[in-house]
């Protein structure tokens, strides 16, 4: 059996609320959870949290919440892997064993049926532990610089400052949206970036991470280009 593990604590400082804030229409937790029910892979979508109102709005976009996290694992510290090995463990308790589960930010309106389903065919052809969402970084990582206290701008790789853009690496980020896995990966804490797993690229008009009001602004002008994209082909 595979399950989804939606972790969503009721905590978020920058967006107070952002799990269940209104994103174009409904609470931003839906996005995700409408995404893996529409996939058909999933025996359970479950989420994880320690917020009832949280739990609440779960149950109303069709996920299960058979269980609360407890507070060691719902502050500003805690670590997804220790909340995923936890969902991992109370599920297999209440519903039975699981082979492979995936983990899905709440706050990925972006995330597709589509893309967790080819994603989770990369994971059995490649028969890896993990395959996790990526995504291209819009200009050379190579030509990045920070900058001195006095002002002063520095490369941080100046050999690179009169290479061509084509001649360059490509460089790629997680893209904070979903990880796929073998349960026991999971649960032995194999490393989810080592040369053993896959990434699964997504394009950055597909990717938006948020943090702040600013990104959550962005993330909706997106969310609208894409739906109006989508429907001048319908």
């Known amino acids: 059996m595979r399950i989804a593990i939606i972790p969503a604590r009721g905590g978020s400082k920058r967006i107070p609320g952002k799990n269940i804030r209104d994103f174009l229409g409904k ?19 479950v989420v994880s949290t320690d917020c009832e109102e949280i739990a609440a709005e779960a149950v109303k976009a069709g996920a299960d919440v058979p ?13 997804t892997r220790d ?7 109370e599920c297999t308790r209440i519903y039975g064993d699981f082979q492979q589960c995936c983990c ?3 706050t990925s309106p972006f995330v597709t049926a589509q893309d967790l389903s080819s994603a989770w065919q990369l994971l ?11 995504t291209a970084y819009p200009y ?11 002002g002063r701008p520095q490369m941080f790789q100046p050999e690179h ?10 460089a790629y980020h997680d893209a904070g949206m979903f990880y796929w896995g073998q349960c026991q990966a999971f649960l032995d804490h194999l490393p989810m970036f080592s040369g053993d797993s896959r990434p699964y690229l997504l394009p950055s008009h597909s990717v938006c991470d948020l943090d702040t009001l600013e990104d959550w602004e962005r993330a909706e002008w997106m969310m609208k280009a894409k739906l109006l994209a989508a429907n001048a082909y319908v």
């Open 27 to 45: 609470p931003m937790l839906h996005w995700a959870i409408e995404a893996a029910g529409k996939s058909g892979l999933f025996a359970h979508t």
């Open 67 to 79: 269980f609360m996290r407890p507070a060691e694992l719902a502050d500003d510290h805690a670590v």
């Open 83 to 89: 909340v995923i090995n936890h969902a991992i463990k």
């Open 104 to 106: 899905i930010y709440p």
């Open 124 to 134: 059995n052809t490649a028969q890896v532990p993990f395959v996790f969402s990526a």
């Open 140 to 150: 050379p990582i190579q030509r990045a610089f920070y900058i001195h206290a006095d």
């Open 161 to 170: 400052a009169r290479t061509r853009s084509q001649d360059l690496t490509p």
